[in-house]
């Protein structure tokens, strides 16, 4: 297995509608295998192909405190949500620090395939729901922040370009001869 390099926001490919799994083979499991020990170690719940640059739907969730509950899913899709919705903070492995309210359907039913290729169901309510809502949002393009107002948006862009800047200003320069 092998930690894969996360992409952060506002990096566009973040943005690439992930293509859907035809088939499971050995790639697709190694890669689910590579995607949990690095969402494992970040340390987060869930993680998205699309978050490490690859654009096929797929993603790893594990909401339990010991680690023991990780589920895999390939071509999710939400079958059913209920009418009442619940806010949540959420954050992101792609928008480290940064966390914030939103509002989300509480209870879903996702179809999906495992990694034996075959389709399976699965209800989610409370931190399981959120977390594979979040994720799939991600195969579809779509980051949470997308959820909040333009204001906190630009706020968090303006955070994330003086970080950069104060980055770039404490990097080593080489010396020319």
């Given at each position: 297995m092998a930690l894969l390099p996360l992409l952060h926001y506002p990096d566009r490919r973040l943005r690439t509608l992930a293509q859907p799994i035809a088939h499971v083979d050995d790639e697709v499991r190694r890669l689910a295998a590579d995607m949990a020990e690095t969402m494992y170690e970040a340390p987060g719940v869930g993680l998205a192909a699309t978050q490490v640059?690859?654009?096929r739907r797929l993603?790893?969730?594990d909401v339990t405190e010991d680690r023991s509950g990780l589920i895999t899913l390939i071509n999710p899709e939400i079958v059913e949500a209920s009418e009442e919705t619940k806010v949540w903070d959420e954050g992101c492995l792609s928008v480290p620090g940064?966390?914030?309210a939103v509002e989300r359907p509480d209870?879903?039913?996702v179809r999906a395939t495992n990694l034996q290729g075959e389709?399976?169901?699965v209800e989610a309510d409370g931190?399981?729901?959120v977390c594979i809502q979040h994720e799939i949002d991600h195969l579809d393009g779509k980051v949470f922040v997308d959820y909040l107002s333009r204001l906190k948006q630009t706020r968090l862009q303006d955070k994330i370009k003086k970080q950069k800047e104060r980055a770039a200003?404490?990097?080593p320069v080489l010396a020319r001869g």
């Open positions: 640059n690859v654009h993603i790893v969730v940064f966390y914030d209870r879903i039913r389709t399976f169901e931190l399981l729901s200003d404490k990097a």
